[in-house]
């Protein structure tokens, strides 16, 4: 019974895979988070003209305190991209699916009519 039931949650993939998959995200979610604060227009006399990760930490706790719900997206999309895209899985699809993740929540929220 328990083996139907990981069989039924995790698909083909194997826990390597889907582990694998989860850092292959998250490395893209944080290459775009980087690139957007890097191109962001400093209207604000606080924000530094260098990077910094404690400010980039502190201007984005709002994304990283919805942590939980970045993992269950996280976990469909790759668990099911043959249904949700037609593509089939592979640490590229992860790539890119945390590389577009902000778009995708993005359209969730508009849809859903989510206040900011």
């Keep these: 019974m328990i083996r139907e039931i990981v069989s039924a949650l995790f698909g083909t993939l194997t826990p390597v895979e889907l582990i694998t998959s989860f850092i292959f995200a998250s490395l893209g979610i944080f290459i775009k988070w980087y690139f957007q604060t890097k191109a962001a227009v400093k209207h604000n006399p606080e924000t530094p003209h260098q990077f910094s990760l404690c400010y980039w930490w ?3 706790k709002p994304k990283m305190i919805a942590f939980l719900a ?3 997206v996280l976990f469909v999309t ?3 991209p043959k249904e949700i895209i037609g593509m089939e899985w592979s640490y590229a699809y992860a790539l ?3 590389l577009s993740f902000d778009r995708l929540a993005e359209i969730i929220k508009t ?3 989510i206040p900011s």
């Design 58 to 60: 502190d201007n984005n």
């Design 70 to 72: 970045t993992i269950a």
């Design 78 to 80: 790759i668990r099911f």
């Design 96 to 98: 890119i699916v945390g």
């Design 111 to 113: 849809k859903m009519k």
